[in-house]
Nanobody
Framework: QVQLVESGGGLVQPGGSLRLSCAAS????????MTWYRQAPGQQRNLVAG???????NYEDDVKGRFTISRDNAKNTVYLQMNSLKPEDTAVYYC???????????????WGQGTQVTVSS
């Protein structure tokens, strides 16, 4: 009922930038929170940055000052601008959204398929 399409990953040199996008579509009445997570090989999935419907944001300490999360409510899309990338930022990045569907009073969690970000010279 909800589809998430991520884009923007790739290979970048240390110090470079990438912009990730995650677009949600389907029977969406409201999107409460939109969050980016990442998972490096052999490690657990960790929160990177989140944004509420009101625009409040939170970040993992390691990315503060380098990454910026934003959202376009008209497009049901969340972005992650990543600057000054480091090799340790290499991971698969996933978006997660909490969505209320039409004819439903509950919010449900949906995950994107993931996009690979590799930072290497």
């Amino acid at each position: 009922q909800v589809q998430l399409v991520e884009s923007g990953g790739g290979l970048v040199q240390p110090g470079g930038s990438l912009r990730l996008s995650c677009a949600a579509s389907g029977s969406i009445s409201d999107i409460r929170s939109m969050t980016w997570y990442r998972q490096a090989p052999g490690q657990q999935r960790n929160l990177v940055a989140g944004i509420t419907s009101g625009g409040s944001t939170n970040y993992e300490d390691d990315v503060k000052g380098r990454f910026t999360i934003s959202r376009d409510n008209a497009k049901n899309t969340v972005y992650l601008q990543m600057n000054s990338l480091k090799p340790e930022d290499t991971a698969v990045y996933y978006c997660n959204v909490h969505v209320k569907l039409y004819f439903s009073s509950n919010y449900y969690s949906y995950w994107g398929q993931g996009t690979q970000v590799t930072v290497s010279s």
